[in-house]
């Protein structure tokens, strides 16, 4: 509140800047543009689904905003600054944090180990981890556990957790980077209806406290985390607006059932 009331009083009448701004983005590759001029704002706080058939460019926009990829055309901007050509640890480091479709956790290590990694950012830390972790972080690592819901796990070695448990042990890795924006790519994959489901509670309870990007399938999920979804196609967006509007848009419904209804899915 207090904060609040200190940074409107520092830019009275200026409207809120967007944390992204993605303008005109293009990459092709062997000639093909995989992603043809794309347009793409996020508010902070918000949580936006990018939905679309198979090969519409989902993973190839987020391997371009993470730098994994470089563009060909555009402009990526990050809290106003132009982050378009920086390498990946640089993108990182100035707030955007992913989280990719195959989990990368340490099976041998606890799901807190796991987290201490995340916390101290390189593997090669971990043998200092005793130096390197403070009382604040071992704090931090129980709230970030807490919200992905894994604090009686804590203990458990990364092997023995399911797979939606190590879905949300990534998740919470990705956190303990305190990211602005986080990108996932299809976080409910191979996931039960149950896991699914909390997979949703624990992106509702992130919203406000971070900007998440999220390419997802399952409409159930999407409709149950997300107020505007963004429809990729051919590298393009299609279209853009609430689920009524996308579900009952006119282009979305043809282009989706041409190609095996995935809006249904
Ligand atoms: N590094 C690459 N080299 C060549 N083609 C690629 C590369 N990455 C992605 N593609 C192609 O770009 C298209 C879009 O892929 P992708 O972004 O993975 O789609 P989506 O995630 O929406 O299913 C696909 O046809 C894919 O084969
Ligand atoms: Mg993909």
């Given at each position: 509140?207090?904060?609040?009331?200190?940074?409107?009083?520092?830019?009275p009448?200026s409207?809120?800047?967007?944390?992204?701004?993605?303008?005109?983005?293009?990459?092709?590759?062997?000639?093909?543009?995989?992603?043809?001029g794309?347009?793409?704002?996020?508010?902070?706080?918000?949580?936006?689904?990018?939905?679309?058939?198979?090969?519409a460019g989902?993973?190839?926009?987020?391997?371009?905003?993470?730098g994994?990829?470089?563009?060909?055309g555009?402009?990526?901007?990050?809290?106003?600054?132009?982050?378009?050509?920086?390498?990946?640890?640089?993108?990182?480091?100035?707030?955007?944090?992913?989280?990719?479709?195959?989990?990368?956790?340490?099976?041998?290590?606890?799901?807190?180990?796991?987290?201490?990694?995340?916390?101290?950012?390189?593997?090669?830390?971990?043998?200092?981890?005793?130096?390197?972790?403070?009382?604040?972080?071992?704090e931090?690592?129980?709230?970030?556990?807490?919200?992905?819901?894994?604090?009686?796990?804590?203990?458990?070695?990364?092997?023995?957790?399911?797979h939606?448990?190590?879905?949300w042990?990534?998740?919470?890795?990705?956190?303990?980077?305190?990211?602005?924006?986080?990108?996932?790519d299809?976080?409910?994959?191979?996931?039960?209806v149950?896991?699914?489901?909390?997979?949703?509670?624990?992106?509702?309870?992130?919203?406000?406290?971070?900007?998440?990007l999220?390419?997802?399938?399952?409409?159930?999920?999407?409709?149950?985390?997300?107020?505007?979804?963004?429809v990729?196609?051919?590298?393009?967006?299609?279209?853009e607006?609430?689920?009524?509007a996308?579900?009952?848009?006119?282009?979305v419904?043809?282009v989706?059932?041409?190609?095996?209804?995935?809006i249904?899915?």
């Amino acid at each position: 509140m207090v904060q609040r009331a200190i940074a409107s009083r520092l830019v009275p009448s200026s409207p809120q800047q967007a944390l992204l701004d993605v303008r005109g983005l293009e990459v092709s590759f062997s000639g093909l543009k995989v992603v043809d001029g794309l347009d793409l704002t996020l508010m902070p706080g918000e949580v936006r689904v990018l939905i679309g058939a198979n090969g519409a460019g989902k993973t190839t926009t987020m391997d371009l905003i993470s730098g994994k990829t470089k563009p060909t055309g555009g402009t990526i901007l990050f809290k106003g600054r132009n982050i378009t050509h920086l390498p990946p640890h640089e993108i990182a480091r100035a707030g955007i944090g992913r989280k990719f479709q195959i989990p990368s956790v340490f099976k041998d290590l606890t799901v807190t180990e796991n987290m201490q990694v995340a916390l101290c950012c390189s593997p090669s830390v971990f043998a200092n981890l005793r130096q390197c972790l403070q009382r604040k972080d071992q704090e931090r690592i129980s709230t970030i556990l807490h919200q992905v819901g894994l604090s009686h796990l804590s203990r458990e070695p990364a092997c023995n957790l399911s797979h939606g448990q190590t879905q949300w042990l990534e998740i919470g890795m990705v956190l303990a980077q305190s990211p602005d924006l986080v990108l996932l790519d299809e976080p409910t994959a191979g996931m039960t209806v149950q896991e699914t489901r909390k997979t949703a509670e624990i992106i509702n309870a992130l919203r406000g406290k971070h900007t998440i990007l999220v390419v997802e399938h399952d409409m159930t999920f999407v409709r149950d985390i997300c107020h505007i979804i963004t429809v990729m196609h051919q590298g393009r967006k299609l279209a853009e607006g609430t689920i009524e509007a996308i579900e009952s848009n006119p282009e979305v419904l043809e282009v989706y059932l041409g190609s095996g209804g995935v809006i249904h899915a």
